[in-house]
């Protein structure tokens, strides 16, 4: 399954208005890591999103849709793990756990 993020799918629910004004529209391979990807590649992309995130208007309200959602992929200028140390743990965090794996 290839992951989506919500804001570029054509059916994200309407009442989330501040979507409309997301920095990120269309930028989906940022926010999502390929599969395999190293951890110095994973820096970088989330280095560009984090650049992303910090310059949008709508940062809180996206942080607190993806906290709230257990959203997976990178959200507000956070990683799953960083949402995982917030108390906001996603189903199954692929990437805390393999981390978490290597000690
Ligand atoms: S804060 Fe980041 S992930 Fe959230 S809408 Fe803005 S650019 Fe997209």
Request: charged fraction near 25%.
């Amino acid at each position: 399954m290839v992951a989506v993020h919500l804001l570029d799918t054509p059916t994200a629910p309407l009442d989330n208005e501040w979507m409309e004004s997301a920095n990120c529209k269309g930028r989906t391979t940022l926010f999502f890591p390929p599969k395999a990807e190293r951890p110095q590649a994973r820096a970088r992309r989330e280095a560009k999103a984090r650049r992303l995130c910090m310059a949008c208007s709508v940062l809180e309200e996206c942080r607190s849709y993806a906290r709230t959602n257990h959203e997976y992929g990178f959200w507000a200028g956070e990683s799953e793990e960083d949402r995982h140390l917030a108390g906001f743990t996603v189903s199954a965090p692929i990437g805390v756990r393999a981390r978490a794996a290597q000690g």
